[in-house]
């Protein structure tokens, strides 16, 4: 079974400068989570979909950070202008079931340098 | 937003040792989850616990649930190098299913 994909593995940009992160999680799960983890601390989540809704997005810095998920399945975190402090992993993981019994599968991240 | 203080943050420690590591609030969860994570690499579950004083064990490492659904341990017994990675406790929110994450214990084991 394929895991969740993301792209870019890594990406250095400039302050100011725009950054869209993309990923596509595992068949048929419902839920799809994107995660900021800045070095050294744990995740914290930034938005979570339910097929193509929103279900939480209270985390979410929406004056620079966009995220959509087309047709319930890939989906795009989207940082404009970027600033140095959103350098971090951004970790994409999907779920059957929402909610914390269900097992969160997680991408390998995107490593975002902000300089 | 319902806080996971993990301790120690920081552990470096000889193989064939032992160790525990905390995850604790002052709020109550629903469910708690535990994830390994390795350097390039996203989080990988462990174990999830449910009912309070629940116990898991998992070849070498014991998982518990504390009685008050407020705080989880995790007991590894004669680390491997292969133990080492960043431990991360997530728990579940009553009412809301969010899964809030720790801020994680990382483990390195000396061979």
């Known amino acids: 079974e394929a895991g969740v994909a993301q792209s870019p593995r890594y990406k250095i940009i400039e302050k100011r400068q725009s950054v869209a992160f993309w990923c596509n999680p595992i068949s048929g799960h419902a839920t799809l989570y994107w995660y900021q983890q800045i070095l050294g601390q744990g995740p914290k989540l930034l938005i979570q979909f339910q097929n193509n809704g929103v279900v939480d997005d209270s985390q979410l810095p929406k004056d620079r950070f966009s995220a959509e998920r087309l047709k319930g399945v890939d989906s795009t975190l989207k940082i404009q202008p970027a600033k140095l402090e959103d350098s971090a992993v951004y970790l994409c993981?999907?779920?059957?079931?929402?909610?914390?019994?269900?097992?969160?599968?997680f991408g390998e991240g995107s490593r975002l340098t902000v300089l | 937003t319902q806080l996971l203080e993990q301790s120690p943050q920081f552990l470096s420690i000889q193989e064939g040792e032992n160790l525990t590591v905390y995850c604790n609030s002052s709020s109550v969860f629903s469910s708690l989850q535990w994830y390994r994570q390795e350097p390039g690499e996203g989080p990988v579950l462990l174990v999830t616990v449910v009912t309070g004083g629940e116990v898991k064990k998992l070849k070498r490492l014991t998982f518990q649930f504390g009685d008050a659904r407020k705080d989880s341990s995790l007991h590894i017994t004669a680390a491997q190098p292969g133990d080492t990675g960043l431990y991360l406790c997530a728990g579940e929110n009553f009412g809301n299913e969010k899964l809030t994450f720790g801020t994680g214990t990382r483990l390195t084991i000396i061979p």
């Open positions: 993981a999907s779920s059957l079931v929402a909610g914390g019994t269900g097992e969160l599968f």
